[in-house]
């Protein structure tokens, strides 16, 4: 079905983060909608309802419909202050479906081109290849703060992909768009989360072909190790109790998984970092290439 867009304006647009995000070195963190229309089977978002500024009518039809925050821009000029670490975004996709007629991002960025007091570091999390629309915008705002790009792969499996996300880009394409960010200067990470059923060896060694820093993972999201909190949606479960693919589900499966891609990557000389060590890369190492604030 069609997906529904509205729009209301937010009181505020910078929230004070907690938990995973605080660990991994953030300070703040700018949702630019409520509600997602990637509508991906795993999101943990709707599972965190109130807590994450839902409302049922969200995470009861989740990916049906979204609200864009059609202040945010205007919000966010006068809430940037220097020293600042914003995560966009935890709870949706900035470059969702939605975003190509809304184009709430262009002003954000732009905003950030113009501060008088940029924040130390600014990372967009996405899979979405809309966000090419906007490079120029990015090396505006890269010149001004540390601008980072957290661009989602979850598979190397075209087939999976379609199962798991129907509503994103495939495989080959989120390679393109990566390669295309690093040519213009944008630091950008291959972020392989949450990881899906995939053959790790090569889809590792694919994400150390297309990027220059670290790369990032994180599998799902399980109550064995997860006691409270956002957790993977009940769909994705589903869907791996369905294709015989449980054995993701399992911690001690999982942690095999990332300790075989880590010594893969060691073997490169390259790191692979996940949970909140691993997502703080993506604010503060290094990426060779990038654009310097400043320049």
């Known amino acids: 079905m069609p997906f529904q867009i509205f729009q209301s304006e937010a009181r505020s647009i910078l929230s004070p983060v907690s938990g995973f995000l605080i660990q991994a070195g953030f300070t703040h963190s700018l949702t630019p ?24 009518d969200d995470w009861n039809h989740w990916g049906h419909h979204t609200t864009f925050k059609t202040n945010a821009a205007q919000l966010l ?3 940037l202050r220097s020293g600042q670490v914003i995560y966009c975004s935890p709870l949706t996709d900035p470059y969702q479906p939605a975003e190509a007629t809304q184009r709430l991002m262009p ?21 979405g290849p809309l966000i090419l629309r906007d490079i120029p915008l990015l090396v505006a705002a890269a010149k001004r703060t540390r601008l980072r790009v957290s661009f989602s792969v979850t598979t190397n499996r075209e087939d999976v992909r379609r199962i798991f996300e129907p509503h994103c880009a495939p495989v080959e394409e989120r390679w393109q768009t990566i390669k295309a960010l690093r040519s213009a200067g944008i630091a950008v990470f291959a972020t392989l989360a949450p990881l899906l059923p995939c053959d ?70 390259r790191a692979l970092g996940y949970g909140p060590n691993g997502f703080g890369l993506l604010a503060h190492a290094d990426i060779p290439g990038e654009i310097q604030p400043g320049t």
């Open 33 to 56: 909608a409520r509600n997602c229309t990637f509508g991906c089977s795993y999101c943990y978002v709707p599972t965190m309802r109130v807590q994450a500024g839902l409302r049922p």
């Open 77 to 79: 000029a006068k809430s």
């Open 200 to 269: 790790p060896e090569p889809f590792l060694a694919r994400a150390l072909a297309e990027t220059a820093g670290p790369v990032i993972a994180d599998p799902f999201h399980v109550r064995e190790t997860k006691r409270s909190g956002a957790t993977t949606r009940a769909a994705a479960i589903e869907i791996c109790n369905h294709h015989g693919w449980t054995e993701w589900l399992e911690p001690s499966f999982q942690i095999g998984i990332l300790s075989q891609m880590s010594r893969l990557a060691a073997a490169q000389r």
């Open 107 to 127: 002003a954000i960025l732009e905003c950030l081109a113009a501060a008088a007091h940029p924040p130390a570091a600014f990372v967009i999390q996405t899979r």
